[in-house]
């Protein structure tokens, strides 16, 4: 190749277009998964432990739903980012 090309325009050479939009889309949506279960577990954490007679099998009922919910939550943020 003339001028020394970069190994013939790969999804990560210069001019990716579409390709590189939806790896910058797929990064956030990838951080976005592992930070909303994550904020889920510390709040469940923090309440649990203001309350240590509470059961484990309650306590682990409250970490599934606040992970549950946070997640809705999560997931309806997406959906509303990507209809609008």
């Not at 432990?49 to 059961?55: H, Q, R």
């Not at 009922?61 to 209809?83: C, D, I, K, Q, W």
């Amino acid at each position: 190749q003339e001028g020394g090309g970069g190994g013939g325009g790969g999804k990560f050479g210069a001019g990716a277009g579409p390709a590189e939009s939806i790896s910058s889309l797929a990064i956030i949506y990838t951080v976005a998964s592992i930070t909303i279960p994550s904020l889920a577990s510390v709040y469940n954490e923090f309440a649990l432990k203001k309350n240590f007679d509470t059961s484990v099998h309650l306590q682990n009922f409250f970490m599934y739903f606040y992970g549950a919910v946070f997640n809705l939550v999560g997931l309806m943020g997406v959906v509303l980012f990507r209809s609008g």
